[in-house]
Nanobody, 120 residues
Framework: QVQLVESGGGLVEAGGSLRLSCVASGSILRINAMGWYRQAPGKQRELVAT??????NYADSVKGRFTISRDNAKNTVYLQMDSLNTEDTAVYYC???????????????WGQGTQVTVST
């Protein structure tokens, strides 16, 4: 089995910064894409940022403010969030596309989520 554990969420004032971390553990052969998604109250889960190798992709709403990175040796993905505003308030979920077996395709796994609240 594979587990993803997020950390780093919390309460921050508008204009502040937070850094989220997500560690993948368990039976892992290789991790392809890793990413961050978020879900605000009453809204659908949306993509924030993904990273595959050295290639990154961001939602328009976070471009220039958020930076995704990963440490492959530690099976960890990070999300540096700067210039936070109240619209960034949401539960942030980590996602990883994991290969456990060389003869089978990858499976997507999710973390349990970490709350980010931005106050005025």
């Amino acid at each position: 089995q594979v587990q993803l554990v997020e950390s780093g969420g919390g309460l921050v004032e508008a204009g502040g910064s937070l850094r989220l971390s997500c560690v993948a553990s368990g039976s892992i052969l290789r991790i392809n894409a890793m990413g961050w998604y978020r879900q605000a109250p009453g809204k659908q889960r949306e993509l924030v940022a993904t990273i595959t190798g050295s290639s990154t992709n961001y939602a328009d709403s976070v471009k220039g403010r958020f930076t995704i990175s990963r440490d492959n040796a530690k099976n960890t993905v990070y999300l540096q969030m700067d210039s936070l505003n109240t619209e960034d308030t949401a539960v942030y979920y980590c996602n990883a596309d994991v290969m456990r077996n060389p003869y089978r395709g990858a499976t997507a796994y999710w973390g349990q989520g970490t709350q980010v609240t931005v106050s005025t």
